[in-house]
Each structure stands twice: as structure tokens, then as C-alpha cells.
């Protein structure tokens, strides 16, 4: 059993198709049913049944083809490993990041880049626990930074941060004319919230929750930039972590304190536990809990 015969397998699985998956691997059908069925020969089961429906995975084939999809991820991850450890003061460091993140890491890259000016930086916005995971269980990225709270065996998940959310009003909202705001005094507002699946969301509706409010959902976003354009034309009133709203008032604008208990956040930093990570990119790593232990 080799390589080569996982990823035949997998991509037959994938395409539910051997003529497909021929296409794809770049091989003739006849090579390609071979192939499975010398795999078949060697781990002495069947893995695959054809029928009048097309192909189905036997009860061994679905436990082969997990185990298979897992060594074939680690055997691709390794060769990453082995990659970026010839790249000495040098690489690409990729990093998973939410909104938040560029309001406070031009401050640490800064210093960074003054050490390791020959290394380059590739950071893409993921939201979202299953995401997160995925993409460093992929190798998409080295780290993440998130507000998602990571339940994983094999992630290690540091907590960096807690911060409050707070109230993003039009200027000329009667809520800007109030010595004290509370969720109550939201009920019947136009609320602009991020759409389900949003850790963002889970907080800000769990503290509704926890103080018995019904919120008036007008407009659901992906974006925080999106709340913050509607709250500037008076289309409604949206709220946001304090590290994110306090850079984005306007002259249309007003930054209002919410008073609850229940309205804050905790930002992570996750990695992989057993990922082996350049010295440049564990430098960083440490220059992140770094700055934020120094601002307690």
C-alpha cells in the first residue's frame, strides 16, 4: 500500500465516480479500477461495491476512507513541516485573523518585522469554530487569532484579551441624549447584527437573553464595516467590540456605553498542539501574548 493508492481511493470516494475520478487523477479507467482492486487484495477487504445505483462504501471502505483522508493530511502537513524548516529568517507566516486583529497587530508587527525583515506575512479573515479548525488542521494557516472559544484535543487555545461590546448610534438617535443606556432601551430600535453562525452574534443575543430583552433584528451582516455604513445613514443602531468601534466613529456618529454584565468577549490565539512551527513564527507568537500581558 502506498500514497498513490489513498489518494485513488479518496478521490474515487470524493467523485462517487471511477470514470470521474480518472479524469481528475489523470489516468485511464482501466488503471484506476486496478488499482483499487489491488488495494482491495492487499488490506483483504472490500472496500467499494458497485450496484445498480452507482458505487457505495462498504462498512470497512467508510472506516478506510476516514483513516485514509487523516494519513494523507498528515503526510501532506509533514512535508510542509520539512519545507519550512529549510526556510531559515525566511518563509511566509500565514495567520487566520477576525476584524478586530488589524486595529491591534500593526503595533506588534511592527517591532516584528525590524528582527525578520526577510519573512512575509499572508493573513486572511476566518470566522467561525468549523473554519477555524479547518484550516489549521489543513495547514492553511500557522495560528488564528479569534473570538471563538475552540474546543479541540489537538488545538491549543490561549485566551489574549476581554473586552466589552458597545453601542454604535446615528448622531442624532435619542439614545445619544441619554445620561445611561440600557438593553431595555434598545427594545423596538432597528437592530443591524451579524448573521447566524457569527460568534459576534451568540454574544450580543445571549446577553439580550440573559437580561430578557427581544431585540428588533432589521438587518443581519457579515461585516462589521456593513453595520457601521447603515448606522451612518440612521438606518438602525448596532453593537460592537470596543477594539473594533472605538477607529470607526464618524461626524455621523456616537459611541455609546451599554450597562450590562453580560456584554463582553474574550479574544483567543490558537495553534495546533503538536504542529511544529518555524522559530520566526513562535517568535510572533510570543510577541503577541507578549503585548497583551504587558497591557494588564
Known sequence: MDFRQLR????????????????????????????????????????????????????????????????????????????EMKQVGSGTISIGSIESFKFWFPKIIRTFKNDHPAIHLKVREILGEEHVIEALNQYQVHFTITNQPINHAEII?????????????HKDDDLNEKDSITLHDLEGKEMIISTAGFQTRDDIMEAFKNEKVNPSIFYEIERLETACSLVEEGLGVTILPESYIKSVETRNTAILEINSMFLHRTVYMAYLADRYLPTSVSNLVNEIESFFKNKE
Open 157 to 169: 487555545s490561549i485566551p489574549l484579551y476581554k473586552e466589552q461590546f458597545m453601542l454604535l448610534v
Open 8 to 83: 485513488y481511493f479518496i478521490t474515487i470516494v470524493q467523485e462517487m465516480s471511477y470514470s470521474k475520478a480518472a479524469k481528475l487523477l489523470h489516468i485511464s479507467q482501466p488503471s484506476l479500477s486496478n488499482a483499487i482492486m489491488k488495494l482491495e487484495k492487499e488490506v483483504d477487504l472490500q472496500l467499494l461495491e458497485r450496484n445498480t445505483r452507482g458505487i457505495e462504501l462498504t462498512e470497512a471502505g467508510a472506516v478506510f476512507y476516514s483513516r485514509s483522508q487523516d494519513l494523507l493530511r498528515r503526510f501532506n502537513n509533514m512535508q510542509v513541516e520539512f519545507e
